[in-house]
């Protein structure tokens, strides 16, 4: 789990217009993790995608996939990586199994119908096998770019933005496929900008934003790192101030007076006890209250409070 | 090293494209030749004197050869890697593990190979219309598919320079066209009064069809070895135009 397969050192990329794309990039991926890149429009996210899969010339920088210089000994490399990109560009005239067929050969692979059948079986697409691309809906055509990506058996997979315009009940169609592939040991780098997919299905996050990667961590350390608890407690009587008994929590006065605002705790849960404690504080110091709404601060909270405080900066 | 299944899925696809327009691919040079011998080989060749002791429908036979060749090498070459370049389909050839000897195989081995399919329909189809023989067979073969090849790196170089489908068509309708027409198609150069005579020569075309009309009749208007020599050259500095391209990634990669 701890090999790295995919090691990226000051990767920048300036366009000729002048935009700084990438911005002194340092990233190490993890064989058989599933790592989500996430950012707003614009970040980066393709051109780091590009400049691994040669589709964008770095300006600067090294990319080492399996150990091979993608500079020098690509050949290697490219062909244990495949690519899923954000358009569906795909050959519309051609039928399904033909196209699946041919990205197997382009990438040096002897033809093999059992696995190209059992590629587009797992995918759903076996019964549009002879049907041209352009026949097919949008989902089936994503599908059929994420058969292709895979006809030649990658180690490595991006996922450029899969999700990007496609209904709730094909989201989680393509969140079960990128399970399928994590239970055969492919590595998966998905592009994404939503929250909720990277929570559910990544186990490392990383936030970009300019070109710059702001953070690389653990999901769950992520969260626990920067997450909040946040409870509003409303009062059966308005207050004008706190009394000293509560001055160790980090609480406000909000609402005229009405209510209370805790923000504290990391993430890890240690929030919802020290309100439950604030609860007991409030009882003995003799303030009622007649509701209490606590939430835990998601990762999408995180990412904008990151994106928030970049901006400031 | 040549990754050969790479560059065998390639050129299997290109023509895989050739055959799915296949009859319009057939039917138009079929059509287009046949018009040309009525016009000119029935109608006004009867008209015209023998030319260097051929007969006249047979005389236009390697111009005609020439017109559609290079008309249809330079389209179906520039048309294979633009259209990838314009539906976005050419991320996964730039994302393979191939590089430009697998590239130009495959795209310029097929339009090679549509063209030479071309070149077959087209004398079979002169041969309806005008008694003829080929004194070099071998050496008018070996000389189609250096010109073909030629052409066909020069249409690669065209789609991927082009960044619209007008600049595509611009080339082949504004030069190629007119300077293969202009190029001893349907005469021969001496039949040119001064100095036209002299001006044509100026046309690079002009050695391409008197080169393949040498290599049927054994006589034209320049040297065989001017001809040759000039299609290689024009094949050396297209295949290193091609090599900058694939150095520099220009209009290829980002």
Same mark, same amino acid.
């Given at each position: 789990?701890?090999?790295?397969?995919?090691?990226?050192?000051?990767?920048?990329?300036?366009?000729?217009?002048?935009?700084?794309?990438?911005?002194?990039?340092?990233?190490?991926?993890?064989?058989?993790?599933?790592?989500?890149?996430?950012?707003?429009?614009?970040?980066?996210?393709?051109?780091?995608?590009?400049?691994?899969?040669?589709?964008?010339?770095? =300006?600067?920088?090294?990319?080492?996939?399996?150990?091979?210089?993608?500079?020098?000994?690509?050949?290697?490399?490219?062909?244990?990586?495949?690519?899923?990109?954000?358009?569906?560009?795909?050959?519309?005239?051609?039928?399904?199994?033909?196209?699946?067929?041919?990205?197997?050969?382009?990438?040096?692979?002897?033809?093999?119908?059992?696995?190209?059948?059992?590629?587009?079986?797992?995918?759903?697409?076996?019964?549009?096998?002879?049907?041209?691309?352009?026949?097919?809906?949008?989902?089936?055509?994503?599908?059929?770019?994420?058969?292709?990506?895979?006809?030649?058996?990658?180690?490595?997979?991006?996922?450029?933005?899969?999700?990007?315009?496609?209904?709730?009940?094909?989201?989680?169609?393509?969140?079960?496929?990128?399970?399928?592939?994590?239970?055969?040991?492919?590595?998966?780098?998905?592009?994404?900008?939503?929250?909720?997919?990277?929570?559910?299905?990544?186990?490392?996050?990383?936030?970009?934003?300019?070109?710059?990667?702001?953070?690389?961590?653990?999901?769950?350390?992520?969260? =626990?790192?920067?997450?909040?608890?946040?409870?509003?407690?409303?009062?059966?009587?308005?207050? =004008?101030?706190?009394?000293?008994?509560?001055?160790?929590?980090?609480?406000?006065?909000?609402?005229?007076?009405?209510?209370?605002?805790?923000?504290?705790?990391?993430?890890?849960?240690?929030?919802?006890?020290?309100?439950?404690?604030?609860?007991?504080?409030?009882?003995?110091?003799?303030?009622?209250?007649?509701?209490?709404?606590?939430?835990?601060?998601?990762?999408?909270?995180?990412?904008?409070?990151?994106?928030?405080?970049?901006?400031?900066? | 090293?040549?990754?050969?299944?790479?560059?065998?899925?390639?050129?299997?696809?290109?023509?895989?494209?050739?055959?799915?327009?296949?009859?319009?691919?057939? +039917?138009?040079?079929?059509?287009?030749?046949?018009?040309?011998?009525?016009?000119?080989?029935?109608?006004?060749?009867?008209?015209?004197?023998?030319?260097?002791?051929?007969?006249?429908?047979?005389?236009?036979?390697?111009?005609?050869?020439?017109?559609?060749?290079?008309?249809?090498?330079?389209?179906?070459?520039?048309?294979?890697?633009?259209?990838?370049?314009?539906?976005?389909?050419?991320?996964?050839?730039?994302?393979?593990?191939?590089?430009?000897?697998?590239? +130009?195989?495959?795209?310029?081995?097929?339009?090679?190979?549509?063209?030479?399919?071309?070149?077959?329909?087209?004398?079979?189809?002169?041969?309806?219309?005008?008694?003829?023989?080929?004194?070099?067979?071998?050496?008018?073969?070996?000389?189609?598919?250096?010109?073909?090849?030629?052409?066909?790196?020069?249409?690669?170089?065209?789609?991927?320079?082009?960044?619209?489908?007008?600049?595509?068509?611009?080339?082949?309708?504004?030069?190629?066209?007119?300077?293969?027409?202009?190029?001893?198609?349907?005469?021969?150069?001496?039949?040119?009064?001064?100095?036209?005579?002299?001006?044509?020569?100026?046309?690079?075309?002009?050695?391409?069809?008197?080169?393949?009309?040498?290599?049927?009749?054994?006589?034209?208007?320049?040297?065989?070895?001017?001809?040759?020599?000039?299609?290689?050259?024009?094949?050396?500095?297209?295949?290193?135009?091609?090599?900058?391209?694939?150095?520099?990634?220009?209009?290829?990669?980002?």
């Amino acid at each position: 789990m701890n090999e790295p397969i995919l090691e990226l050192e000051g990767l920048s990329k300036v366009y000729p217009g002048g935009l700084k794309a990438l911005d002194n990039v340092d990233l190490t991926i993890r064989k058989g993790e599933i790592f989500a890149l996430l950012g707003p429009n614009g970040a980066g996210k393709t051109t780091l995608i590009g400049a691994v899969c040669g589709l964008v010339r770095p =300006s600067e920088g090294t990319i080492r996939a399996f150990g091979h210089d993608m500079a020098s000994d690509w050949r290697k490399a490219r062909a244990r990586i495949g690519l899923v990109p954000q358009e569906l560009s795909t050959d519309m005239f051609e039928p399904v199994h033909r196209a699946v067929s041919y990205s197997r050969g382009l990438f040096g692979l002897a033809p093999d119908p059992a696995r190209i059948e059992e590629i587009l079986r797992s995918l759903s697409l076996w019964d549009k096998k002879d049907e041209r691309i352009m026949a097919l809906s949008g989902g089936m055509k994503r599908r059929v770019l994420i058969a292709k990506a895979l006809a030649h058996e990658p180690d490595l997979l991006f996922l450029d933005e899969p999700t990007a315009g496609v209904d709730v009940e094909l989201r989680k169609g393509m969140w079960a496929i990128v399970d399928q592939m994590r239970d055969r040991g492919v590595t998966i780098i998905l592009t994404t900008h939503y929250i909720e997919e990277a929570e559910l299905m990544a186990d490392r996050v990383g936030i970009i934003n300019r070109g710059k990667l702001l953070m690389v961590d653990e999901k769950e350390a992520m969260m =626990s790192r920067l997450g909040r608890t946040e409870a509003h407690i409303a009062l059966a009587n308005p207050i =004008s101030e706190l009394p000293q008994s509560l001055s160790q929590f980090p609480i406000e006065i909000e609402q005229g007076g009405t209510s209370l605002c805790y923000r504290g705790g990391d993430g890890t849960g240690r929030g919802k006890a020290e309100v439950a404690e604030l609860t007991k504080a409030l009882i003995a110091a003799g303030i009622d209250y007649t509701g209490i709404d606590v939430r835990e601060s998601s990762l999408e909270e995180i990412f904008v409070s990151l994106l928030g405080e970049e901006e400031a900066a | 090293m040549i990754g050969w299944r790479s560059t065998w899925s390639i050129y299997k696809r290109e023509l895989m494209r050739f055959l799915r327009t296949a009859f319009q691919s057939v +039917l138009a040079p079929v059509l287009t030749t046949s018009l040309y011998f009525i016009v000119f080989g029935a109608a006004i060749g009867g008209r015209m004197p023998d030319l260097g002791g051929v007969d006249y429908g047979a005389f236009i036979i390697p111009g005609l050869l020439m017109l559609t060749l290079l008309g249809e090498t330079t389209s179906n070459s520039s048309f294979g890697i633009y259209m990838p370049r314009f539906t976005g389909t050419i991320y996964e050839l730039l994302s393979a593990p191939v590089g430009v000897a697998e590239t +130009l195989i495959g795209f310029v081995g097929a339009a090679m190979t549509k063209s030479l399919i071309l070149a077959a329909i087209i004398l079979v189809t002169a041969r309806l219309f005008v008694d003829y023989s080929i004194a070099y067979p071998l050496l008018a073969m070996f000389y189609i598919m250096l010109v073909a090849a030629a052409f066909s790196l020069f249409g690669f170089i065209l789609g991927i320079w082009a960044d619209n489908f007008e600049k595509l068509g611009i080339i082949p309708m504004l030069f190629l066209t007119p300077l293969t027409f202009l190029g001893g198609t349907f005469y021969s150069i001496d039949m040119l009064p001064g100095p036209w005579d002299k001006i044509a020569l100026a046309n690079p075309i002009v050695y391409l069809v008197s080169g393949l009309r040498w290599t049927f009749y054994g006589s034209s208007d320049v040297n065989i070895w001017i001809s040759f020599g000039i299609t290689l050259a024009f094949l050396a500095a297209c295949t290193a135009v091609i090599a900058y391209i694939f150095k520099t990634g220009w209009r290829l990669r980002a």
